[in-house]
């Protein structure tokens, strides 16, 4: 008979296993896979108490059970990934430590194994994300100031029909034979990434709404083609996307991510926003976006998360130009495209994104539907079909919004001197700020601020 703890002194086993553990420096979040009755979780409140303990069990049988001060999951609490993305903010990857209790392993065998990749995929996902705001953390921040000034027509979500069905394009290559799919349809309106605007336009097809998410200047040259021929669409844009003057004339959805800070400023500045995570890739967002502000079904083409063979998107797509144009008898477009495509999947992000895309099919089975090919990991969705009679076309109303960012920057100073919030805003900004320093207060965050904006 496997027993998961010692039957004379559980305890000091607790003890003794913990001992016997590394333990680094700066750690502020211990996931424990299957602690069964939980005598680890006391010791660990006792030697670390600033740490956040997290219980993932296995079984609704330990879920309440578990001793000490901790967070505790199972499976009756629903997906993993939803409650641990609640917990553990994106730029708190590298501070998690995992912590095995082995006899569990041994008890449960794959069900132990899948709990504990599940885990390790959930934080592969978080710290690609974090690596990301290390990266464009200062862009992000000055985006969104920016974006507190050139958004001035603002959309509230409460005008969308709650259920509203959705199709929602990404640029992959498999858009194109999804294209006469989505002509068919009469039910649905379409959340179209800005990358596959081209292609759509190409067969004919004009999104309702265009959802863009990248912080980086490049992002810009997509936008510049959707707001070519001047169509009617509602943009849908996170406020630390790069967005250009243009868009002052159109209407906009705002997304924040769930920081304090962001929040704060919008609600003061009472601009109507919608809260999301982030997840990476725009595809993802608009996912989210659609299952949070409709309960209608919601259709997906040109999501393929892989190339075909050296084709990494739909034709025509906003940056063939820039390669035509570089082309040389050296360096033919051939070529470029080569070199982009291996740059993209030695990258990594396109496994890491796939996991994710499983992981949300099958928490919501009966809401997602597949148009056209899509990556192989849709195939368990069934194929969407329309409905017999169109649904009322979205009329999304939009009201002036006369903010600006240095009423935005006040809001923000005025929360750092805030003692409820200040550690909490501190320790958002300082990774995207100061990546890589762990101490940072708020008076250099306020003249990192200064400087910036």
Sequence with gaps: MISLHSRYNPVAEAQRYLDAIPMRQGTRFFILIEPGEGYLIPILNQRFPTVTVIALHLTDSFSSSSQGNCLSWSPAAGPLHSFLEKIIPDIEARFVHIIEWRPASTLYGKLYVQLLSETTEFLKRIDANARTACAFGTRWVKNFFKNVDRIRLVCPILHIPIAAPFIITGAGPSLEKALPIIRRQRSASIIAASSSVPALRAGKIEPDMIITTDGGTWALFHLYECLRDKKNFTLVATMTAALPSQCSSVSVIPVADRSLWQTLILRALQIPFIALPQRGTVTASAIDFALTVSSGKIGIAGVDLAHADIRTHARPNTFDRFQDEQATRCNPVYTQRFVRSSAITGGGSLPIYTSWFKQEIGTYPHRLFSLGSN????????????????????????????????????????????DKVSDTIRQELAPLLFPGVQEVSAADLKNKLETLL
């Design 375 to 418: 990556n192989p990991v849709f195939t368990a969705l069934p194929a969407w079909k329309d409905a017999a009679e169109p649904s009322p076309s979205l009329h999304l109303k939009s009201i002036p919004n006369t903010a600006t960012a240095s009423e935005g920057k006040e809001i923000l100073f005025h929360a750092l001197e805030n």
